[in-house]
């Protein structure tokens, strides 16, 4: 009888799920929908000689992506990973009999993820290398982030009719007041820290002197650990590649050889040779119409897939993602909610299986008042348990405020940190509400009354009021670092005027502890909790199956996220979207926020 109502409940699961599928996809998607599933084979096994290829389109983000039905559908286990499972996959690999070789593939646009990211990867594929296996790259156009990978290649090849891209990094911001002052948006500001400059974007026509000079110096410090780093694995100078940096910057193939970045000028099929060398299959050959995928291979998506789970341990270290622009309230994909978060880290106080935090911080910062109430809760469960602040691509304002909670903080060198400091944006429409027709009339029972209105500007006075509320803040936020950093406030003041540093150079100043990663930051919490070789990993918040996914959205309708394009004037108008998409999430109550609004990524 119980297994009659088993398959009854599950087959009107069953119904329910497709009834839903049916409604959101349609007749098409449904027919593909079936089609896929007839089709589908478990393709995370791992044959014998086997390459690992690793596809450079795939993303990386911190936290464990959401599972999607497109992944389900087409077997392919994510076109997002975690730092951790990319890392653990080429560690394994490395390890693995089965695993004769390694295939960096770039052949697309890499994923969107910083320096930082990139160092710790790299990091896995030297090891991956130390261990006896051979790496392969290959690429039809090597952009200088890829590269950085590919670096560390045995044998780097080049397509005869690309190029590389050696010509340093820079950084475009873009700046919108002018087209504010056109269409009519005014717009007031209140700050504290010189070199503030998330404002900028909206007052200005061009950078600041004191945010070029701390946009230089991240560059050139980035820039540096670049070329240093790739130099030392191609047996070249630094200078050797500043001077190709100064002097071409883009490499034909034959070029890029020449100037020892390449080993070769191969086509495809070359590739697909060496590939069939390192799993035996050359001796084999066949007249068989050859393609990408005609070697014994496994991709990373699916080998990380295919990795087993930490043994449950009565001992848990839990790692915590805090991934995106903080703002009020529970956030939404992307963000952090203050209030969402503070109730994650509350829950972990009471698991006593849970004996270390490792706080993982990917965030550009964002509401004040957010900031302080996830803060709070990270001392909080710090008082119960050891918390340790694992720094990723950006930990700055905000993201380096709730830093303050944690007993040691690591960073890795090109991790951007700092910008100590607050600021207030006020904008009002009432010059494009009334070159339009609008007009508005108050009746108030005091002068202060309609003080949050963004129907007019604000007068001296509410300016004033608005300064008091930003100092505030400020005065609260050089407390936290000086308690955090166990600094006089007097020592703190100095690197706190809203200057940007990378890990590197934080490490010198007394605002970051030490270098190193994610998997740094793990061992030394084992370490601080005494809990020897007895412990696993859990990761926190969990990440919905696309099950869950299509329940939760279900009824819903979302902006889909903007999709990347190679072509320029494509991108500039993507890249201006984005920066008013930044915009719902100024939502403090107070309207201050230690946020990093410059756009950083390097190009």
């Known amino acids: 009888m119980g297994q009659f109502f088993k398959q009854t409940f599950a087959s009107c699961l069953g119904t329910l799920l497709g009834l839903l599928v049916f409604s959101s996809l349609g007749v098409g998607g449904l027919a593909f929908l079936l089609l896929s599933l007839l089709i589908s084979s478990d393709s995370s096994s791992v044959k014998e000689k086997s390459v690992l290829v690793f596809n450079l389109a ?32 080429i560690e394994k690999a490395a390890l693995d009999d089965n695993i ?12 969107e993820y910083g320096y930082a990211t990139l160092t710790e990867v790299r990091q ?95 560059l050139d410090t980035i820039w540096s650990n670049y070329s240093s780093t790739v130099a030392k694995s191609r047996n070249l100078t630094p200078q050797q590649v500043q001077t190709i940096s100064d002097t071409q910057g883009i490499l034909e193939a034959t070029t890029a050889k020449k100037a020892g970045f390449v080993d070769e000028v191969a086509y495809l099929d070359r590739v697909i040779a060496l590939a069939k060398e390192l799993t035996g299959e050359a001796k084999n050959q066949t007249n068989q119409e050859e393609d990408s995928s005609s070697f014994s291979q496994i991709s990373l998506a699916n080998y990380a897939s295919s990795l087993d789970e930490d043994e449950d341990s009565s001992n848990q270290i839990a790692i915590v993602y805090a991934e995106g ?47 302080e109430v996830i803060l709070r809760e990270i001392k909080r469960l710090d008082a119960k348990k050891p918390v340790i602040i694992s720094m990723g691509d950006v930990a700055a304002s905000g ?23 607050v600021f207030g944006l006020l904008l009002n429409i009432q010059k494009i509400a009334n070159n339009n027709g609008i007009d508005w009339d108050t009746v108030k029972t005091g002068k202060l009354a309609d003080i949050s209105t963004i129907t007019r500007p604000k007068n001296p006075q509410e300016l004033e009021i608005y300064q008091g509320a930003v100092n505030q803040f400020y005065d609260l936020f050089i407390e936290t670092v000086a308690q955090g950093r166990k600094l006089s406030p007097d020592k703190v003041r100095p690197v706190a005027q809203g200057r940007v540093w990378t890990g590197k150079d934080a490490v010198k100043i007394g605002l970051v502890d030490q270098i190193g990663g994610l998997e740094a930051a793990v061992q030394y919490a084992a370490k601080t909790a005494k809990l020897g070789d007895d412990w696993s990993i859990k990761e926190y918040p969990r990440s919905q199956s696309w099950q869950e996914e299509l329940f939760s959205n279900f009824l819903q309708t979302y902006l889909p996220p903007l999709t990347k394009n190679n072509y320029p004037l494509t991108q500039e108008w993507q890249n201006f979207q984005q920066e008013l998409l930044k915009l719902p999430t100024f939502n403090d109550p107070h309207s201050v926020y230690a946020k990093l609004l410059f756009n950083l990524d390097f190009r």
């Open 58 to 89: 795939t993303n990386i983000s911190d936290a464990p992506p959401s599972s999607s039905l497109a992944d389900s559908l087409t077997g392919e286990s994510a076109t997002t990973l975690n730092l951790r499972q990319v890392i653990a996959a």
């Open 100 to 111: 004769v070789g390694l295939l960096l593939y770039g052949r697309d646009n890499i994923g």
């Open 124 to 218: 896995a594929l030297a090891k991956f290398r130390q261990s006896g296996k051979k790496i392969i790259a290959y690429d039809m156009e090597w952009t200088e982030k890829e590269y950085y990978l590919a670096s560390v290649a045995e044998k780097v090849i080049i397509n005869p009719v690309g190029r590389m891209e050696i010509n340093g990094l820079s950084s475009q911001q873009t700046f919108f007041a002018d087209a504010l002052e056109k269409y009519g948006v005014g717009v007031q500001v209140v700050k504290v820290g010189s070199f503030k400059g998330a404002v900028e974007p909206y007052t200005r026509q061009d950078l600041s002197i004191q945010n070029r000079q701390q946009l230089q110096t991240l």
């Open 325 to 371: 622009t903080i703002v009020e309230g529970q956030g939404d994909r992307g963000e952090i909610g203050g209030d969402k978060l503070a109730k994650e880290l509350r829950k972990l106080q009471g698991k006593e299986a849970v004996k270390a935090v490792v706080l993982r911080i990917n965030s550009p910062g964002g509401s004040a008042t957010a900031s």
């Open 399 to 421: 993201g380096y405020w709730i830093a303050m909670g944690g007993q040691r903080i690591f960073a890795d060198n090109d991790t951007i940190t700092g910008s100590i400091g």
